[in-house]
């Protein structure tokens, strides 16, 4: 018998049919993106290079040794364990010797195709071992595991982009079976995510399962609990918009009920967004140290024994705020110096949002402050901006996450904020003592 689970969640629902008096554990995992490289840090030459190449496949070891270390009876991958075709038959390879482990410890996997990985994408192949079952791409199919009293539904996608209700052509539950559907779907929409496969929270409960495996939505979510209808999250932040913990779920049923569904942090990298308020700060030593403080709270508190990539935003009302934005290459420079003393800690983008004290937005028509406001008034200086400098940065190759605020805000369109930027620093360079709130 498996110890009890310390469950994060708890259980309210009973199985479709008696199973008697067993048990059993499983991991649900989706979006392992197995081999995919992290995006969004080409700026830093500091990072760890071969190590943020091997993040998918060290977060992936994680979850092989979870399920030996937890017993599990079972894996889904609930879709998009790879990240397309294989460049080589490494990323294969690898797969095989993790699934020989799970099949040495008696362990069954079973994984469903998503977009990244549907059944027209990957193209390369291998015999897997004995242990691990593939759901069709040609209509859903049923798993029936007799021993535990489980039967798992599920269809793979036969292309990366499925626009109709897979679900809705799942089977009925299998009498006197714990019944898992598994599947790869946007459910209601997602803003962050293709809409794929559609379905709703109403539809899965109503098809009478007692706990549904999904994947496709990278955070964290279990959206019921009567069914459970789970996301597990990616396994590896890949990007600094994945931030905080990712990893699986360690699921337990007993007597048709689950008991446990508790989260597994199993990356190895974690994506953090650190926010500093500068307010009031009239050095650059006092922002330095509010950075430095920022930072030992999230080497602490959040990234614990990982290593940590962060998005740094400086925040609040100072009169430096015109001459971060001015010396923001330097700026960065001093935020990544601070990260290498504390260790394991890199930089990944710094925003500067500080807003001046409120005199320097006021002033007179007689002013420089005043001349500036009236400039910005002109309707020609917006067109003049967007003609000079649109066919330069249309010239620039974009690195998806590696734009800063003001490159952001000129690829949008959006000169307003651009020129605003622009007068933040010129009016706290005119302001007295501006020129000199770096020493």
């Known amino acids: 018998m498996h ?3 310390n469950s994060a969640y708890g259980c309210t629902r009973a ?3 008696s199973i008697g008096m067993s048990g059993f554990r499983f991991l649900h995992a989706a979006d392992i993106h197995l081999d995919s490289p992290l995006s969004g840090l080409s700026r830093y030459e500091g990072l760890p290079a071969d190590q943020l190449r091997r993040a998918t496949r060290d977060a992936f070891d994680n979850l092989i040794e979870a399920a030996i270390r937890e017993a599990v009876d079972f894996v889904i991958i609930a879709g998009d364990l790879f990240d397309g075709d294989w460049k080589d038959m490494s990323t294969g390879l690898y797969f095989a010797r993790a699934m020989g482990r799970l099949e040495a410890a008696g362990i069954r996997v079973f994984i469903l195709k998503g977009n990244h990985d549907a059944e027209s994408l990957v193209t390369k192949s291998l015999p ?8 069709s791409s040609r209509a859903p199919q049923t798993f029936d595991l007799a021993d535990l009293g489980v039967a798992l539904h599920g269809q793979s996608f036969p292309t990366g982009a499925v626009v109709e209700d897979l679900s ?3 089977p009925p539950p299998t009498p006197g079976r ?3 559907g598994v599947l790869h779907t946007a459910l209601g929409g997602y803003a962050q995510h293709q809409t794929y496969a559609p379905c709703s929270v109403q539809g899965l409960s109503a098809k009478g399962y007692d706990y549904w495996a999904l994947g496709h939505v990278h955070a964290q979510q279990v959206v019921s609990d009567d069914p459970y209808i789970v996301f597990p999250g990616n396994l590896q932040g890949r990007h600094a918009k994945e931030i905080g913990p990712k990893g699986a779920m ?5 007597d048709g009920l689950v008991v446990g569904v508790k989260p597994l942090e199993l990356d190895v990298l974690r994506w953090i967004a650190v926010e500093a308020d500068c307010t009031d700060a009239t050095t650059l030593p006092d922002i330095h140290e509010r950075v430095r403080s920022q930072l030992i709270k999230v080497r602490i508190q959040d990234a614990g024994d990982r290593q940590a990539v962060f998005r740094l935003t400086l925040t609040g009302q100072t009169a430096l705020s015109g ?3 001015d010396r923001r290459d330097a700026l960065r420079d001093e935020v990544c110096a601070i990260a290498e003393a504390l260790g394991d800690l890199w930089l990944e983008k710094l925003i500067v949002r500080t807003i001046p004290p409120q005199e320097l937005t006021l002033g007179g028509g007689d002013d420089a402050s005043g001349l500036v406001d009236e400039a910005l008034g002109e309707p020609e200086l917006l067109q003049l901006l967007e003609s000079e400098l649109k066919p330069f940065l249309d010239a620039v190759p974009q690195d998806d996450g590696d734009l800063d605020g003001l490159r952001a805000a ?3 369109g959006d000169w307003d904020t651009v020129l605003a930027a622009a007068s933040l620093a010129l009016k706290t360079r005119l302001a007295p003592g501006g020129a000199d709130a770096d020493r």
Do not use: H, K, Q, T
Request: proline share 10%; no cysteine.
């Open 15 to 17: 199985g479709a049919g």
């Open 128 to 135: 897997w071992p004995g242990n691990v079952s593939v759901f």
């Open 250 to 254: 360690l699921v337990e049923v007993r």
């Open 3 to 5: 110890p009890p689970l």
């Open 168 to 170: 809705a052509a799942y």
């Open 178 to 180: 714990f019944n898992i």
């Open 323 to 325: 001459l971060l934005s």
């Open 410 to 412: 000129a690829r949008d």
